[in-house]
Structures are given as C-alpha cells and as structure tokens.
Nanobody, 121 residues
Framework: QVQLVESGGGLVQPGGSLKLSCAAS????????MGWFRQVPGKEREFVGS????????DYVDSVKGRLTISRDNAKNTVSLQMNSLKIEDAAVYYC??????????????WGQGTQVTVSS
C-alpha cells in the first residue's frame, strides 16, 4: 500500500518562495508518475503539475508555469514542489499524488494527507 507524506507547508508573503516535499513508501516509486494537486474550500481539487518516472518530463497547469517546479529523487523516494513568486491565489491545501498509469483521480491514484500553504501579507 502506497503511503505519501507531505511536508513544508506554511505561511509565506506574496512574491515569496516555499518548497514542499513528499516522501513515498510502500510501492515501486521509481516507475510511477508523481503529481501535485491543490484544493481550496468549496472548490474541486485542481491539478498543479506532474512528473514522469525519469524526471525528464513534467507538465503544469498554465497558472503556475514558470513559477512552480516539480522534481524527484528516485533514490530517496521523494518528490518536491518548488514554489516561487507565490500569489495569493496559490493558497490552498497541496496534495502529493502517485499513479502508475497517470490516471489521476481514479482508483489507481494514491494521495497524501495534504499540507496547507497560506499566502498572505
């Protein structure tokens, strides 16, 4: 059973930076797609970005392109989300996700418990 544990959330001012990390266990991490999602109260969970097993290919929602970057370390079973130039609208609970077939939101997806990111002056 896959276990994902996020860390690194917190309070940051607009324009600031924050790095989230996700530690994975219980599955063959190195062959799975990893993703980050976010959710605010009253809205559906939103795709932020994903990265393939090799770390060479990533994809992002348009609103974060150029500001947020996903990376992974297969030797340590970790994936990170580096967030720069944060905006107030980036505030949300961020979730780490793992999926062997990149079918996000289906039964093949495993989720972390989420970590809160607050962007406020």
């Amino acid at each position: 059973q896959v276990q994902l544990v996020e860390s690194g959330g917190g309070l940051v001012q607009p324009g600031g930076s924050l790095k989230l990390s996700c530690a994975a266990s219980g599955h063959t991490f190195s062959t799975d797609f990893m993703g980050w999602f976010r959710q605010v109260p009253g809205k559906e969970r939103e795709f932020v970005g994903s990265i393939d097993w090799s770390g060479d290919n990533d994809d992002y929602v348009d609103s974060v392109k150029g500001r947020l970057t996903i990376s992974r370390d297969n030797a340590k079973n970790t994936v990170s989300l580096q967030m720069n130039s944060l905006k107030i609208e980036d505030a949300a609970v961020y979730y780490c996700a793992e999926d062997p077939i990149e079918s996000w939101g289906t039964t093949s997806t495993s989720w972390g418990q989420g970590t809160q990111v607050t962007v406020s002056s």
